[in-house]
């Protein structure tokens, strides 16, 4: 069998249920699977990178087969970086499926060498989007059943840290 080392990339600002249960699927099928966190320089995350790394890092402590890093610049020189043969992504509905497409075949041009799986999310998961998330949590909503509890201690801390000041 062939050795995988899959990257996982996202924002995971923050991570949610969607997230760990592809990041669970898919470390029983890789050897070892990279948490890759985008760095964000244009879009203004809720959540630094040490932050979103602590949420995941909390969730994942159960898989052996883990890893957690950073990366800004291009996904493909990070895959290459961290040694990894794969890029796994998830798709939820019809909607994501173009931009993944798209997001596959320019990593496939740039870097053959890494090829992109998809999974498909859970259909309770299908729906769960981080911006989604951060919207309920704004207007006051409960997400416990989105996000890991300490993902939504994190939240409420958060905007009613924003809230006072
Ligand atoms: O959680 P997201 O926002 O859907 O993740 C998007 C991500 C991080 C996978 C994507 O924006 C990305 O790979 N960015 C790095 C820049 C890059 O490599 N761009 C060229 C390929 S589209």
Same mark, same amino acid.
């Given at each position: 069998?062939?050795?995988?080392? /899959?990257?996982?990339?996202?924002?995971?600002?923050?991570?949610?249920?969607?997230?760990?249960?592809?990041?669970?699927?898919?470390?029983?099928?890789?050897?070892?699977?990279?948490?890759?966190?985008?760095?964000?320089?244009?879009?203004?995350?809720?959540?630094?990178? =040490?932050?979103?790394?602590?949420?995941?890092? #909390? /969730?994942?402590?159960?898989?052996?087969?883990? #890893?957690?890093?950073?990366?800004?610049?291009?996904?493909?020189?990070?895959?290459?970086?961290?040694?990894?043969?794969?890029?796994?992504?998830?798709?939820?509905?019809?909607?994501?499926? =173009?931009?993944? +497409?798209?997001?596959? +075949?320019?990593?496939?041009? +740039?870097?053959?060498?890494? #090829?992109?799986?998809?999974?498909?999310?859970?259909?309770?998961?299908?729906?769960?989007?981080?911006?989604?998330?951060?919207?309920?949590?704004?207007?006051?909503?409960?997400?416990?059943?989105?996000?890991?509890?300490?993902?939504?201690?994190?939240?409420?801390?958060?905007?009613?840290?924003?809230?006072?000041?």
């Amino acid at each position: 069998m062939p050795h995988i080392v /899959a990257i996982f990339p996202g924002s995971f600002d923050p991570l949610t249920n969607g997230h760990l249960d592809l990041i669970a699927r898919g470390s029983r099928l890789v050897d070892r699977l990279v948490v890759a966190i985008l760095k964000n320089t244009q879009k203004q995350p809720l959540f630094t990178v =040490e932050e979103r790394a602590e949420m995941v890092r #909390e /969730a994942t402590g159960e898989f052996s087969n883990i #890893e957690i890093g950073s990366f800004d610049g291009l996904l493909v020189d990070y895959a290459a970086e961290r040694g990894a043969n794969a890029i796994l992504r998830g798709i939820r509905a019809i909607s994501d499926y =173009e931009s993944e +497409l798209q997001m596959a +075949l320019i990593n496939r041009r +740039l870097r053959p060498e890494s #090829e992109t799986l998809f999974l498909m999310a859970r259909e309770e998961y299908s729906f769960i989007s981080s911006r989604m998330i951060k919207e309920i949590v704004t207007l006051g909503g409960d997400v416990s059943s989105f996000v890991p509890e300490h993902v939504a201690d994190r939240l409420r801390a958060k905007f009613s840290a924003k809230k006072v000041n």
